[in-house]
């Protein structure tokens, strides 16, 4: 069974892998690799590695999220995390897809599945709430720009609207955890009993987490300067264009279009929605549509130049399993 489905993985994937490349090719494949070359093939190739960089903090959020994982498996979970990216933002699965593959990798790396499950739930409420404080900075430099922007009618319901539906997830997310476990427990032992452990030591392995408040609290830190990193790489790609904007503009601007794409999880890679709202968000700031547009093209070149590797990869191993099995 195992090898069917792992079998099935792959053929899902490279099915995926299809839907994708259709996807991006209708969104304007050439479109983003000529936005790419705007920055030149110097600056794009540190765009991506900068990236990776980015990419060690959020390993490092989800490692500090399973207290009993030595630091010497970072790299474990940074391939994790980026695995969990390049699902979500090439493959039509939505985040969920790319959850289900990252938490697979350490499952199949020999973490504990209590410690995976958990780990992942804590890092993902650390990364909403980390999301929530970077948003809620956003809005307060952006405050005076509504008040007189040509935009500030069409963008204010939006701002407010992914501000507080973000505010309820993480609100949502977060209280139901143990009442959720504990219900899940009791269920478990009612109708499946021989779940009732697995569940249960999920549950052990949360309370464990949550009584070490240092780590969570690192967890939150590394989730903050992950998102703060990201804007920052924005402001990167727009001065290798010859876009001049402030850190602090870049910063508000990066942190409202990250609210909208987190709004739109259930789109794959959130297309046509991170366009629109940087089309309608930067003359806010002072920056053309046009430059605006080019910025979100140069970052879908960089989830493919990033992305494709990653996924290839990871479907190699796939497949070296299939065979050895």
Not at 79 to 97: C, I, K, Y
Not at 136 to 163: C, E, H, K, W, Y
Not at 195 to 215: C, N, Q
Request: net charge positive.
């Amino acid at each position: 069974m195992k090898i069917y489905a792992r079998a099935g993985i792959l053929l899902a994937t490279l099915a995926g892998l299809g839907a994708a490349a259709w996807a991006f090719g209708a969104a304007g494949l050439h479109n983003v690799l000529v936005a790419a070359a705007r920055v030149g093939p110097a600056g794009f190739i540190a765009f991506c590695l900068y990236t990776g960089a980015i990419f060690v903090l959020l390993g490092g959020a989800w490692l500090a999220s399973a207290p009993g994982e030595p630091v010497r498996r970072l790299g474990l979970f940074v391939w994790a995390r980026m695995l969990r990216e390049a699902v979500a933002d090439l493959l039509p699965f939505s985040q969920l897809g790319g959850i289900v593959v990252g938490t697979r990798s350490l499952l199949l790396a020999g973490v504990p599945g209590p410690r995976t499950y958990a780990s992942m739930i804590v890092d993902m409420t650390t990364e909403m709430a980390a999301q929530l404080v970077f948003t809620l900075f956003g809005l307060a430099t952006m405050a005076s720009l509504l008040v007189a922007g040509p935009n500030a009618d069409q963008l204010r319901p939006l701002i407010l609207g992914g501000t507080a539906a973000m505010i309820a997830i993480m609100i949502v997310f977060f209280s139901v955890q143990r009442p959720a476990l504990a219900l899940a427990e009791r269920l478990a032992g009612h109708f499946l009993p021989e779940s009732a452990d697995r569940v249960g030591e999920l549950g052990t392995e949360l309370r464990a987490i949550y009584a070490r408040p240092a780590r969570i609290g690192l967890a939150f830190a590394l989730n903050l300067a992950g998102w703060i990193a990201s804007a920052l790489g924005a402001w990167f790609v727009l001065n290798a264009m010859g876009s001049r904007m402030s850190v602090w503009a870049v910063l508000s601007l990066e942190s409202l279009i990250f609210t909208l794409r987190s709004v739109a999880f259930a789109i794959p890679s959130a297309i046509g929605v991170q366009e629109a709202a940087y089309a309608l968000a930067a003359p806010l700031f002072g920056l053309p549509p046009e430059s605006a547009l080019a910025l979100s093209l140069v970052k879908r070149a960089r989830e493919i130049a990033i992305g494709i590797p990653t996924l290839l990869a990871w479907q190699a191993s796939e497949a070296r399993a299939v065979i050895a099995g």
